[in-house]
């Protein structure tokens, strides 16, 4: 059963719009990420974490924000969706007590027409 | 910085057959290294890590890794493959800030063949 959520697990846009995908985990993790993955490649990190209020960029720029104002919750948003925004978006969380056990969400698969 | 590099996007074995995904790591630090599994439609899941220790790691599902450091390889394998093997399995390593980021690999789909 999973700990961590994420919504939608499909969504078809169109070019333009803003949209905002979901990610919360019921652990009590402070530290949560964003990954997107493209089909067939690697994982790249596009945000991360501390805890409350706390958000920094990682290590593949991206025209994504994101906002943690409480623990459990950690939103992307995309403010003008674009054909190049087709990807998967992958959130994790990570428990302090576990070294390195990190929690996947089942992903967003998004697709920008 | 830290990479990961998987030999192999697609591997395919027959069921009962020993499944080997190779990977190789670059890191300048004692690295930390994981294998997750993908299945189709799903999160990743941890297959099996490596911090300290022993360098044999065992995981669930059957599947063990060996830490060779002067190989710079953690290569995940399973005497027997089962059609459930059937996913995308990704090699990743941490880095040392205290963030823990993963850096991963492409990724390598196992098809069994039954």
């Known amino acids: 059963e999973a700990d961590i959520y994420q919504t939608p697990r499909y969504l078809v846009i169109g070019t333009g719009k803003k949209i905002t995908l979901e990610c919360s985990q019921t652990?009590?993790?402070?530290?949560m990420y964003w990954y997107q993955q493209d089909p067939g490649m690697e994982l790249h990190l596009i945000h991360y974490?501390?805890?409350?209020?706390?958000?920094e960029k990682g290590d593949l720029s991206s025209e994504s924000t994101v906002s943690r104002i409480r623990t459990e919750h950690f939103p992307l948003t995309l403010e003008s969706a674009r054909p190049s925004h087709t990807s998967q978006y992958l959130c994790?969380?990570?428990?302090?007590?576990?070294?390195?056990?990190?929690?996947f969400g089942s992903g967003t698969r998004l697709t920008v027409v | 910085a830290q990479s990961v590099t998987q030999l192999g996007s697609h591997v395919s074995v027959s069921e009962g057959a020993l499944v080997l995904l190779r990977c190789n790591y670059s890191s300048s630090v004692p690295p930390y290294l994981f294998w997750y599994v993908q299945y189709p439609n799903q999160g990743l899941q941890l297959l099996l890590k490596y911090t300290t220790g022993a360098t044999l790691v065992k995981g669930i599902n059957g599947f063990e890794a060996e830490f060779k450091k002067s190989e710079t390889s953690f290569h995940l394998t399973k005497p027997s493959a089962h059609m459930s093997d059937a996913a995308e399995y990704f090699c990743a390593v941490s880095d040392s800030g205290s963030a823990r980021q993963l850096t991963f690999g492409s990724g390598t789909q196992l098809t069994v063949l039954p």
């Open positions: 974490s501390y805890g409350v209020n706390s958000t």
């Open positions: 652990m009590g993790h402070d530290k």
């Open positions: 994790a969380s990570s428990d302090p007590k576990v070294p390195y056990g990190y929690t």
